[in-house]
Nanobody, 115 residues
């Protein structure tokens, strides 16, 4: 059974930081490139970053230099450290595999950046 549970979101002021966590079932985590996605109000879901088992990492342009993705393979957990947050980072953040395209999603965690 696929399970994805995101946590760590909240309300933060511009320039602040948050650390998101994603507890995943072993079936989805073990052999997959895992990533963080986000969906802002009225917009399509977009990929923020992904990481494979060899810690090869991709960041979107909006995430480069501010976000850090990491994974704990022993705990089947994915992380996203977000620094210098901006209002445009406001979105619901989801974790999931990259390939094949996900067909099921967790609840996500809301990140709101506002003064």
């Amino acid at each position: 059974q696929v399970q994805l549970v995101e946590s760590g979101g909240g309300l933060v002021q511009p320039g602040g930081s948050l650390r998101l966590s994603c507890a995943a079932s072993r079936s989805i985590f073990r052999f997959n490139v895992m990533g963080w996605y986000r969906q802002a109000p009225g917009k399509q879901r977009e990929l923020v970053a992904h990481i494979d088992h060899n810690n090869e990492i991709y960041y979107s342009d909006s995430a480069k230099g501010r976000f850090t993705i990491s994974r704990d393979n022993a705990q089947n957990t994915l992380y996203l450290q977000m620094n210098d947050l901006k209002s445009e980072d406001t979105a619901v953040y989801f974790c999931n595999r990259i390939v094949p395209p996900p067909s099921m999603w967790g609840q996500g965690t809301q990140v709101t950046v506002s003064s």
